[in-house]
């Protein structure tokens, strides 16, 4: 992807279009003390005050009209002038004045970030002790164990200060947020970014964290310092004010020992829980517990233009999914994966929200960000990229752990008649590059080499389809799920509401956890399965006859197959049918009722769910038997 700076040649100070010299000074002079020059000016002279822009670090910028005001790099901010001042035209990108013996801040692509994602109309960036401080305490994971990426805080006063997103834009209003300020019951969250050794380099990262948290007002750089940005440069001020309060008084209750509350959460888990050890992602883990098998959590799922529900249920579940695994130790870690196809416009081919590790909190922010905002792009072919998808989370996967694959897909894949779209030949040419996916991308060309090698490789899953029968080719994913022991599910209601309560009570009866009342809990699915399977394992690749037993290859979409049954499902069928986790889970309600600190790691959990929408209560009864 081409930084700003790369598009616009002008940002790193090349020549542009330059006015004439009087034209120029003339953008720079007026006796009005609130005209960008002077203000600028002005501002950092506070900003020196404050211990913000200590040397020649920091930077601002305002947007006024047509034209955007931006201070030099290298001039000691206390002593500046409306004459060092550079002014950029914002249609064409082009310098209207750039004093000579100046250079551009290094800050511009990053400002202009700001303008051009958030509708901004000043950007600030401070080198404030405080941020670099409170990102250092998130870092080593000492102000709250989940945000390592993230600083967090609430039920302070000032968090009354921050807007939702900065500039209470009219694209948070129509993604269904709350506009205006943040309250005092809310959580006030700002990511942290990696720093760069170039600010410029930064450019990549920041566009990606205001996509990631679009009501965020500001961008922490990792021992760095932090951006700010408002709807004008008041808003931008009293922002950045109210953040340096903040992030002060964060680094002095770390000092006398009032931490953030998660903190006390995590080691009321350590204590409660086994404690396990996660290598990184494709490698073997380590463990210093006494479960024998291992498990991940992988959603894979299609993020085309027809799955909405599907997309809004996983965001629904999530939260009880991962209060699941705090709770029961389940899995050790919990992933988000999306896929479209190679016709796809507008949107990336594939989505990785990066591996959740449940024990240390670790990416919980980014998973959470991932499930909000993935976005439904393309879908103009009927078949979709489920190759690509399914090699790539192979690619993920780690060995000797079990990953159980929950695959939410509504179009079938590039396979039979489906192979005459053009999209069929990108793909396989992507996937039969040398070493792509982990040197197994070839494997995935064919879909039974694909079913084979999640199932008897290394790296082993478990495939629970939940499809849209009416959709898919469903045949493809009866025999996907079959051979790597999973299950296929078919939607007769295609409600979120719906889609979540299957997805919460497939996890439960995988995990064993029995619940009350299920024999009369229909669900809006049926569960298939072949009538009869002997020798599907047999099978070798696409072109063996002996598929036509399981995969009609000339079937059109709507079609059901004669050697598939199909049976209403139930939590009790869910129960009954289901392949579970190999090593039994601790029992939970004798853990209550003797241990008061997994008593307190319960109720926190509860908290977390109510604060976060209380509706999704009813679909989980393991809370209530606790």
């Avoid at 080198?127 to 990426?149: F, K, M, Y």
């Avoid at 942290?192 to 205001?210: G, R």
């Avoid at 192979?419 to 990108?426: D, G, I, L, V, Y």
Wanted: glycine fraction near 8%; aromatic fraction near 8%; include cysteine.
């Amino acid at each position: 992807m081409a930084s700003e700076s790369e598009r616009n040649p002008s940002l790193n100070g090349r020549p542009g279009e330059n006015a004439s010299a009087s034209d120029s000074d003339a953008l720079i002079t007026s006796t009005d003390p609130h005209h960008p020059a002077n203000h600028i000016c002005s501002l950092c002279v506070q900003f020196y005050g404050h211990g913000w822009v200590t040397g020649t670090g920091g930077g601002i910028s305002i947007k006024h009209g047509d034209r955007v005001y931006l201070a030099p790099s290298g001039v000691q901010k206390e002593l500046m002038k409306p004459q060092d001042i550079f002014v950029m035209d914002w249609a064409t990108k082009q310098y209207l004045r750039r004093p000579q013996v100046l250079k551009p801040s290094a800050c511009t692509p990053l400002f202009m970030s700001a303008y051009t994602n958030r509708g901004a109309g000043a950007c600030i960036h401070t080198h404030s002790q405080w941020a670099v401080l409170v990102t250092l305490i998130c870092e080593a994971g000492l102000q709250d164990p989940d945000s390592r990426n993230v600083f967090a805080m609430k039920e302070i006063e000032q968090i009354k200060g921050i807007s939702r997103g900065g500039t209470g834009s009219q694209e948070i209003a129509e993604g269904g947020r709350k506009l205006g300020n943040l309250g005092y019951f809310d959580t006030m969250k700002i990511p942290i970014i990696e720093n760069t050794a170039h600010e410029e380099d930064l450019e990549e990262s920041m566009s990606q964290a205001m996509k990631a948290w679009p009501e965020t007002c500001a961008i922490l750089v990792k021992r760095h310092g932090v951006y700010v940005w408002g709807k004008d440069v008041a808003q931008a001020k009293t922002q950045c004010e109210s953040l340096d309060y903040l992030f002060q008084l964060a680094v002095e209750m770390h000092k006398l020992g009032l931490k953030a509350k998660m903190s006390k959460l995590l080691k009321i888990a350590q204590r409660v829980l086994p404690t396990r050890k996660v290598a990184d992602e494709g490698s073997t883990e380590t463990t210093t517990d006494a479960i024998t098998q291992h498990y991940d959590l992988l959603f894979l799922v299609d993020a085309t233009a027809s799955m909405g529900s599907y997309l809004h249920a996983l965001n629904q579940a999530l939260p009880q999914i991962i209060a699941l695994s705090k709770l029961t130790n389940c899995f050790a870690r919990i992933g988000i994966l999306a896929y479209r196809d190679y016709d796809c416009t507008g949107g990336q081919l594939l989505e990785w929200s990066q591996w959740f590790t449940v024990g240390s909190m670790q990416h919980q922010p980014d998973l959470i960000a991932m499930a909000r905002n993935l976005q439904m792009v393309g879908g103009r072919s009927w078949p979709e990229a489920v190759k690509t998808g399914l090699a790539k989370a192979h690619r993920v996967m780690r060995s000797n752990a079990k990953t159980l694959v929950v695959l939410y897909a509504d179009a079938p894949p590039h396979f039979g008649d489906f192979k005459r779209f053009e999209t069929n030949a990108r793909e396989r040419e992507a996937l039969l590059k040398s070493g792509g996916y982990g040197g197994n991308g070839h494997m995935f060309t064919d879909w039974i080499q694909g079913a084979r090698l999640l199932h008897e490789g290394s790296r082993s899953a478990q495939v629970i389809s939940v499809i849209n029968g009416r959709s898919s080719k469903s045949g493809c994913f009866e025999y996907l799920s079959t051979v790597t022991e999973g299950a296929c599910i078919h939607l007769t209601d295609g409600s979120a509401r719906n889609i979540s309560q299957i997805t919460i009570d497939l996890l439960l009866a995988w995990m064993g956890v029995k619940k009350e009342g299920s024999v009369a809990s229909p669900l809006g699915a049926q569960l298939s399965c072949y009538r009869d399977a002997a020798g599907i394992r047999d099978i070798q690749s696409e072109q063996d006859p002996a598929l036509g037993r399981f995969i009609n290859l000339a079937d059109v979409c709507f079609g059901r197959s004669s050697t598939v049954e199909y049976a209403q499902l139930s939590t009790d069928l869910l129960e009954r049918r289901l392949n579970k986790r190999a090593t039994p889970l601790q029992d939970l309600s004798n853990t209550y009722l003797s241990n008061e600190h997994y008593r307190m790691l319960v109720a926190q959990e509860l908290r977390e769910i109510i604060e976060t929408d209380v509706t999704t209560m009813s679909l989980n009864p393991v809370f209530g038997s606790l």
